[in-house]
Nanobody
Framework: QVQLVESGGGLVQPGGSLRLSCAAS????????MSWYRQAPGKERELVAA????????NYADSVKGRFTISRDNAKNTVYLQMNSLKPEDTAVYYC???????????WGQGTLVTVSE
């Protein structure tokens, strides 16, 4: 059974930091591109950051470049999103996503809420 379980969301003040984690199981983690998406109220889901299967390279949305860092530990089947210098506009539900490099299967986590507010 495939599972992606996010954790680490919460309420943080502007300028603060949070680290999201996504623990994966039920598939060959090292054969999947892992990404973080987010969806703010009233907006469409958008890609935040993506990591190649080996974790050698990553891509980021322009809005988070220089502030967010995606990383993965293939030994622990976990992907992380370190979020620094958080802004109110970063408020959203953050979702973990996995896409198979060869089979293109796609999986989603249930999401974790990040709220940036005074």
């Amino acid at each position: 059974q495939v599972q992606l379980v996010e954790s680490g969301g919460g309420l943080v003040q502007p300028g603060g930091s949070l680290r999201l984690s996504c623990a994966a199981s039920g598939f060959t983690f090292s054969s999947y591109v892992m990404s973080w998406y987010r969806q703010a109220p009233g907006k469409e889901r958008e890609l935040v950051a993506a990591s190649t299967s080996a974790g050698v390279s990553a891509n980021y949305a322009d809005s988070v470049k220089g502030r967010f860092t995606i990383s993965r530990d293939n030994a622990k089947n976990t992907v992380y999103l370190q979020m620094n210098s958080l802004k109110p506009e970063d408020t959203a539900v953050y979702y973990c996503n996995a896409v198979g490099v060869l089979n293109l299967r796609r999986y989603w986590g249930q999401g974790t809420l990040v709220t940036v507010s005074e």
